[in-house]
């Protein structure tokens, strides 16, 4: 006996016509043809059932802030940097929490119920900090949010950078951050990412940071952060966020990069969105992509997962809160056109970003927690393709979110009088 049985569910590793029994917040059962009874049943009708979607970076403090106190003129990235610089000191806390709640309302109805936010420090108040830690107990029941300490202005560049950082830890936030390449030299980056790392292993923490988000091909701080993270024992537990730089890096130097990184089992996040609007402002033609090297570090067997990094805030007026849509970027600007490709991508969304969150019992497997979303498509090139309706998004087993699937109502001599969007009309099990 389940509590709930969703039938007919394509999965993302191809499987098709799968029920999956739901008992207690927890996966029991995921085969073909579960004949127990269940108190509810969802007929699945052959759309895609995928765990809930993972963003392994977001600025949950700024977000929805877009035109606050003003918009960024220029639309570039250290623009937004000042931008930001502007309206820090007028944030309050009730602001900032109306904002990230009505963000995670807007998460959850994409199907998005686990978020890793950078949280900035360099404002001694930290009045961001105590603002996200109350979000985040907030909606723990619907979200899991993991907080960085996030000195954005630098750790050693902001006037109490440091002491702010180590404070932000104090009050609970989860993760180490750091900004190297916006320290005020090269030598004052890999100290940071030293002192930083050196943090991470004294409190037992993980480590994520900035790291050369920059078209610079001698920003090398990541060289820098595999060795401290092997120095100090905490392999697979340090995310390189961004690392833009390697895109221009020269080929040679990559080649022994790439080996280092995975000795040191760093987890990579590129954010597409952000990385292709925001790199490459001081070339002319040719114009550089901005994206770190995802196929190469994908290949080398380095966990790759993809990030929003921004939604309507000073860097970036843009944004839905769709992982979906991050994905589709992703293929666009890493030329992820391949077969293969579209499920290496759909894992960097979902389960690669599990294993950079270090989350537990996530997953399509018995005994996984029942956190799902139903699409509005059949497979995984459908759903990145489309970005289509989340149908019923789930928590423990329960439906959090429901969305109607989006259908277009035609007037054509001869033609079908509907098109449903998540039916490929040439697929055998078009109706
Ligand atoms: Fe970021």
Known sequence: MFDLIIRNANLPDGRKGIDIGIANGKIGAIEAGISAEAGETIDATNRMVSPAFIDPHFHMDATLSLGLPRMNVSGTLLEGIALWGELR??????????RALAYCDYAVSQGLLFIRSHVDTSDPRLVTVEAMLEVKERVAPYIDLQLVAFPQDGYYRAKDGVKSLERALDMGVDVVGGIPHFERTMQDGAASVEALCRIAAERGLP???HCDETDDPMSRHIETLAAETIRFGLQGRVAG????????????????????????????????????MLQGRHDTYPKRRGMTRVRELMAAGLNVSFGQDCCMD???????????????????????????????????I??????TLGLKDYGLTV???????????????EAIRLKPARL??????????RTAPKESELSLPGRPAKIDFGRNPTSSTAE
């Not at 139903?374 to 995984?380: G, R, S």
């Not at 019923?392 to 979110?401: E, P, T």
């Open 392 to 401: 019923a998004v789930l928590k423990g087993g329960k439906v959090i979110s």
């Open 89 to 98: 000191p007028l944030l309050t806390k009730e602001a900032l929490i109306e």
């Open 241 to 276: 966020s961004h690392l833009t730089s390697m895109h221009s890096m020269d080929n040679y130097y990559v080649s022994k990069l790439i080996p280092l990184m995975a000795e040191a089992e760093i987890n990579v996040i590129p954010n597409p969105l952000i990385n292709i």
């Open 367 to 381: 005994g996984c927690n029942a956190d799902l979303v139903i699409l509005q498509a059949e497979d995984v090139l």
């Open 314 to 348: 000073p860097w970036y007026s843009m944004g839905s809160g769709d992982m979906l849509e991050v994905a589709h970027m992703a293929v666009h600007v890493g030329q992820l056109s391949g077969v293969e490709d579209k499920q290496r991508v759909f894992e960097a």
């Open 350 to 355: 979902t389960t690669n970003s599990a294993k």
């Open 207 to 209: 480590v994520d940071m």
